[in-house]
């Protein structure tokens, strides 16, 4: 049963969501993880959202309600997967960059590699949605309603061992401080500044 209060703006919902737990079942088994990492995104207010020119059909899912899955695919490559948050309109978002794997290892390793050492699993938001078995097919799903991808709360998490700091591989608005990630935590990803990144007005 999840219990996080998604209907504010993402970077509040941010930190909230470190430790909780996403899950999808699927014909092949369940994959459980716990969120060690996220990244929180603006909408009309935010240079690197999805969302900042407007809505469109690839972003439309961000346009709320809350709680729902909003997938996209990155650089061609990899699936990413946002949690919707704040009030229905406002198209805010807060990105799942890494978790620590606490259900279905075998199954995320097959997903992931056999030589895929634990820590790194789900480290990376690709790797996240890989080793969920996430895909575009999961768009738009409602993760508070018991469908096949679901959050729920976790453990809580003290706010000693929450770090925050810049985003990571964005070229705009990239030093806002609205990545939010567990302190040592080795499923956490590494921190990249994009080369095209330049200087920009904090939020």
Not at 84 to 89: E, I, K, L, N, P
Not at 149 to 156: I, R
Request: glycine share 10%; net charge neutral.
């Amino acid at each position: 049963m999840n219990v996080i209060d998604l209907a504010h703006p993402a970077e509040e919902v941010a930190p909230k969501l470190l430790g909780a737990i996403l899950t999808h079942e699927t014909p092949e088994g369940t994959v459980s993880v716990t969120i060690t990492e996220t990244e929180a995104y603006s909408g009309s207010a935010d240079p690197a959202s999805h969302a900042y020119r407007g809505r469109t059909p690839r972003n439309a899912v961000m346009f709320g309600p809350a709680g729902h899955l909003y997938v996209y695919r990155s650089h061609g490559l990899h699936w990413c997967a946002n949690v919707v948050t704040g009030a229905s309109g406002i198209a805010t978002a807060v990105l799942i960059r890494a978790g620590r794997v606490i259900e279905g290892e075998d199954l995320a390793r097959q997903r992931r590699g056999d030589k895929v050492e634990s820590p790194r699993l789900a480290r990376g938001p690709g790797n996240f949605c890989q080793a969920l078995g996430i895909t575009a097919e999961h768009n738009g799903t409602d993760l508070l309603t018991g469908a096949s991808v679901a959050l729920s709360e976790g453990e809580p998490v003290p706010a000693a061992l929450i770090r925050v700091g810049p985003r990571v591989g964005v070229s705009k608005a990239h030093d806002w401080q609205h990545r939010f990630y567990l302190a040592g935590d080795p499923t956490v990803s590494a921190y990249r500044l994009s080369p095209r990144a330049k200087p920009s007005a904090g939020a």
